[in-house]
């Protein structure tokens, strides 16, 4: 091979490697484009990291739920639920705070509002993260299985006032009410795109909501509390 010819392989490769960098800040640019606002579906689902955003009528009402629960002043924490804290964001009118725990971070975006959570170190916790200082806790646990769940509840224990609203699927009931004490309600949240696990949500206090009121267990069948 002559010089020329290394030459232009060098040449070659200097003008591919421009060109890749060039198509890969196009890429980020579509990206993150309206990563700044908090628009449910702005950040696009990343299903190797098992997310699956809610429909927007499920975040709203989640969101409503959360604001209800938190009261005023109240800080509510979401824990792996970036779509209820994007509906958060659109409700906000000063009354509460909402902090994001979130392993994707692309969700840095939202700034000192967003902590970096890994589940598999439920107490490698931000300072900032007190014992007990949110009011009401949503989270949902990114993977079924009792090891994702167990860990995230260290979590959810350690900075609940009381309150907590849990989502995961129907065949984690047994072990939500083992670890956090919660209730299935009678409200099934929806996803924008189906899941092949039945999906529920639970919570460990009285909804005024009708829909979000807890179901009881007895002689083996579901009985529904009087929405009265």
């Known amino acids: 091979m002559s010089d020329s010819d290394n030459d232009n392989d060098t040449q070659l490769s200097v003008y591919a490697l421009a060109a890749l960098q060039e198509f890969q800040l196009d890429q980020q640019k579509k990206q993150y ?11 696009e689902e990343d299903w190797q990291l098992s997310q699956f955003w809610y429909s927007d009528e499920t975040a709203l009402r989640l969101a409503q739920e959360a604001i209800e629960a938190a009261g005023s002043d109240g800080r509510i924490a979401c824990i792996s639920t970036p779509s209820i804290y994007q509906k958060l964001k659109q409700l906000g009118n000063g009354e509460f705070t909402a902090i994001l725990l979130e392993y994707d971070r692309r969700f840095s975006v939202y700034g000192k509002e967003f902590v970096f959570y890994d589940y598999n170190y439920p107490m490698n916790l931000h300072d900032d993260l007190q014992p007990h200082s949110c009011d009401m806790v949503i989270v949902d646990p990114p993977y079924l299985s009792e090891e994702c769940l167990s860990k995230i509840a260290l979590t959810v224990k350690y900075l609940s006032k009381g309150k907590i609203l849990l989502c995961t699927g129907a065949i984690m ?30 919570i460990n206090y009285e909804s005024r909501y009708p829909s979000l009121r807890q179901k009881c267990f007895e002689a083996g069948q579901y009985k529904q509390q009087s929405d009265v």
Do not use: Q, T, W
């Not at 484009?33 to 950040?43: L, M, P």
């Not at 009931?173 to 999906?199: G, I, Q, T, W, Y």
């Open 173 to 202: 009931e047994d072990l939500a009410a083992k670890l956090l004490s919660v209730k299935m309600c009678k409200f099934l949240p929806e996803h924008n795109r189906n899941l092949a696990n039945e999906f529920r949500c639970y």
């Open 33 to 43: 484009a309206g990563f700044n606002n908090y628009i449910v579906g702005s950040i």
